[in-house]
């Protein structure tokens, strides 16, 4: 491992709420063997309280017509990943982003124009389940070129900065505005200045890492594009989680979510089902 890789894996293993840990299982036994790794993200890490939030996640999967019954399921997540699904279980609501292996490999990285998974995965999260430790090793691989990704892509327009911390804040501001989304002013600033600690220690590795990336397509073009998905994914209803409900007595539900209305929250997990996108707030 690299020391970027090192700090990932470090931060990945960080302990979450038990139940969240449980909705994880949950959700990776509704795909079945297909499962590698189920990843937790988002404003509720933040919270110590989850009761009434929306919690986020991403299942990895090993391949989409392996992870799914229906074939037009695995065609729609082939064709404009993710596919989005809404599940409740153990007293806890969720909706949970599908990508599989290669794919989640691919767009944490530069040869992607698109900003929407390296954004997230350059910032916090937890791996709260994997298969074996090969889907261990995979996803600290593919959010290891987050970071790097995220600040070689904004180099062309914020170039250098004396305080690194800075540059993570321009750099988060670029992601947004390449996506449709209702953010209040300095949401990334204050993305930054909640764990600046963290986008301290993570800086030197990533930007030296990203001294040898290129910084990809001009940022008008990832905004058309970016918006463009955006409008795509938003004609797509979140859906309920596929397969029949979970079956623990008196713990899970998986409900029909309603059609999609807007693809981002505004508060600490605030959102509601009708989010078939969301960064995580």
Wanted: net charge positive.
């Amino acid at each position: 491992m690299n020391a970027l890789e090192r700090l990932v894996a470090e931060e990945l293993a960080t302990p979450v709420d038990p139940r969240v840990t449980d909705l994880a299982a949950a959700i990776a036994a509704k795909h079945g063997a297909a499962s590698r790794a189920v990843l937790f993200y988002g404003s509720c890490l933040r919270q110590q309280q989850l009761d009434g939030l929306m919690l986020d996640f991403y299942l990895i999967v090993s391949d989409y017509r392996a992870a799914y019954a229906k074939r037009w399921l695995a065609l729609a997540n082939r064709v404009i990943p993710p596919n989005v699904f809404y599940l409740e279980h153990g007293g806890l609501r969720a909706k949970y982003a599908v990508l599989s292996e290669p794919d989640f490999h691919r767009l944490n990285g530069p040869e992607t124009a698109s900003v929407s998974v390296w954004a997230r995965f350059a910032q916090p999260s937890r791996l709260v389940w994997a298969a074996d430790a090969k889907a261990r090793r995979a996803a600290i691989a593919a959010i290891a070129r987050a970071a790097p990704t995220l600040l070689a892509a904004a180099r062309s327009v914020v170039g250098e900065r004396a305080d690194p911390l800075d540059l993570w804040r321009e750099a988060f501001a670029l992601t947004y505005s390449a996506e449709l989304r209702a953010e209040r002013p300095g949401r990334a600033q204050s993305v930054v200045d909640f764990d600046a600690g963290r986008y301290r220690r993570f800086g030197p590795a990533a930007i030296k890492l990203a001294a040898g990336i290129s910084s990809g397509p001009k940022w008008r073009s990832r905004r058309l594009r970016g918006k463009a998905l955006s409008i795509l994914r938003l004609a797509r209803p979140a859906r309920r989680s596929p397969g029949a409900p979970i079956t623990s007595p008196g713990k899970s539900t998986a409900t029909p979510a309603p059609t999609s209305a807007s693809s981002r929250g505004s508060g600490a997990g605030r959102c509601s089902p009708r989010l078939a996108f969301c960064r995580g707030c």
